[in-house]
């Protein structure tokens, strides 16, 4: 079958290059992808937020079934869109998107079921944003209520910054909601854990801890992720069960009975506080670079998961997985978060010979007359497989010696918490 795929990023390369080894696939569209899905996929160039072009490209390429990457095309309702035009397409609709879409929408749903999370209050004014700071200590987390690309939580130290920062969402800092969510600051380590979801089942689809602060020993301003490793050891069964039992189930449960069902990955954003687990975030996609991180661990054919999560048949779908650990470096442009160039050549790409258990997947890269060019603030992920995180994390070293760009940075901390700890306690 013909597979198109919606993204352009390190997660939709690794997608691209799970689906290109599926029986089931004969050919994959990348709606627009990068220099990297465009070895394994053809690339066509399009506004993945303008539905109805979207749709006339997939029919014109025949295309018959549809993975959608990042959020914003999912919150805005694309699979509904492709279900009523009868395109099958694997994703969550534009309600149950809403796990994501408004963080006021989640911390109403977990109120009502018992879910633990962090203490929070939905503000439209600032008489609401005071009472909360005479009520609670510092710090306290101001988070947009709308989608706001990664730029929507604030983790604030003064009740000056998060009066300031909350009168910027009242006025429309971010399109997508001038609501805000006031929360009490959870201490204690972050992990993720990942489902994917039918109607009548979800099925475990691995765990992974991102670093999200761009500075070594997570310090520094926030980013989309410098690198991840799979599994998360701090998941370990006990705590797994408490997942499903306390967040998971009685988040299903509560989107059926308004009888809007989940379906798709299920990405659950985790703080773990004395071996319990609060919800921090529901992602409605998988991560990035999570995704790269746990696809590589993957033995199932994912195109016959995502035919069956669509027929609401994954109770039949038996997922395996690698015994092997895995772990990605996320190569950033030199300034980012903040202001970097692009377009820059990255030259030694094509000297570099990977071996078993190694891949590059990238991310912001553009091919432009036989040259490979940077085009965003993640450029490339290197991610490696084996048996030990040390041992893999120098593998991963040694393909960015070898890359040499000097345009480029990584941390070198990936996997901090992981390594010469806990390294036999694995999943
Ligand atoms: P979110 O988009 O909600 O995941 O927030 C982004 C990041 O902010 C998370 O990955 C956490 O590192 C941090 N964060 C969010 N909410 C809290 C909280 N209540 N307590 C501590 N850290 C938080
Ligand atoms: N790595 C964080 C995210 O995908 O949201």
Not at 153 to 159: A, R
Not at 182 to 191: M, N, R
Not at 241 to 259: G, M, Q
Not at 287 to 292: H, K, L, M, N
Request: hydrophobic letters at 35%; charged letters at 30%; proline letters at 4%.
């Amino acid at each position: 079958m013909n597979i198109g795929l919606i993204g352009s990023g390190g997660r939709e390369h690794a997608l691209c290059q799970k689906i290109s080894e599926s029986k089931l696939c004969s050919k994959i569209y990348c709606f627009p992808g990068n220099a990297g899905t465009s070895n394994i996929a053809k690339n066509i160039d399009v506004n993945i937020l303008n539905f109805k072009r979207l749709l006339s490209l997939l029919k014109l390429h025949k295309v018959d079934l549809v993975v959608v990457g990042p959020e914003e095309p999912l919150v805005k309702g694309l699979v509904d869109f492709l279900d009523k035009n009868n395109v099958k397409a694997f994703g969550p609709s534009k309600f149950a998107s809403k796990l994501e879409g408004s963080k006021a929408f989640v911390k109403q749903l977990c109120k009502l079921n018992n879910i633990p999370t962090a203490k929070f209050k939905i503000c439209r004014k600032k008489s609401q944003v005071n009472k909360f700071l005479d009520n609670n200590k510092l710090p306290v987390v101001v988070k947009a209520d709308g989608l706001a690309a990664g730029k929507g939580v604030i983790i604030c130290k003064t009740k000056k910054q998060v009066l300031k920062i909350s009168e910027e969402i009242f006025k429309g800092k971010f399109k997508s909601s001038n609501k805000l969510v006031l929360e009490e600051f959870l201490d204690g380590e972050e992990a993720s854990y990942f489902l994917v979801v039918d109607e009548n089942k979800f099925k475990f689809f691995g765990t992974a801890q991102d670093h999200k602060r761009v500075g070594e020993y997570d310090r520094g301003p926030n980013t989309g992720g410098m690198g991840a490793y799979s599994p998360a050891p701090i998941i370990n069964k006990e705590i797994e069960k408490k997942i499903i039992n306390k967040i998971v189930k009685p988040t299903l449960l509560a989107l059926k009975r308004k009888n809007e069902p989940y379906k798709g990955f299920l990405y659950v954003g985790l703080m773990i506080k004395k071996k319990e687990p609060y919800l921090i975030e529901y992602n409605i996609r998988m991560g990035d670079p999570e995704c790269q991180v746990i696809l590589p661990r993957l033995k199932t054919d994912i195109v016959k998961i995502f035919i069956n999560t669509i027929k609401n048949n994954l109770k039949k779908t038996k997922i395996i997985w690698k015994k092997k650990r895995s772990m990605t470096i996320v190569l950033c442009s030199k300034g980012y978060p903040g202001i970097y160039k692009k377009n820059k050549e990255i030259k030694n790409l094509k000297k570099i010979n990977l071996k078993k258990d190694e891949f590059i997947y990238h991310a912001g890269t553009k091919s432009s007359e036989n040259k490979i060019l940077s085009s965003g603030g993640r450029v490339l992920n290197i991610t490696a497989l084996g048996h030990n995180f040390k041992k893999i994390r120098t593998k991963i070293f040694k393909i960015l010696k070898n890359l040499d760009w000097k345009n480029g940075f990584f941390r070198k901390d990936i996997g901090w918490r992981v390594i010469n700890i806990n390294e036999n306690n694995r999943r």
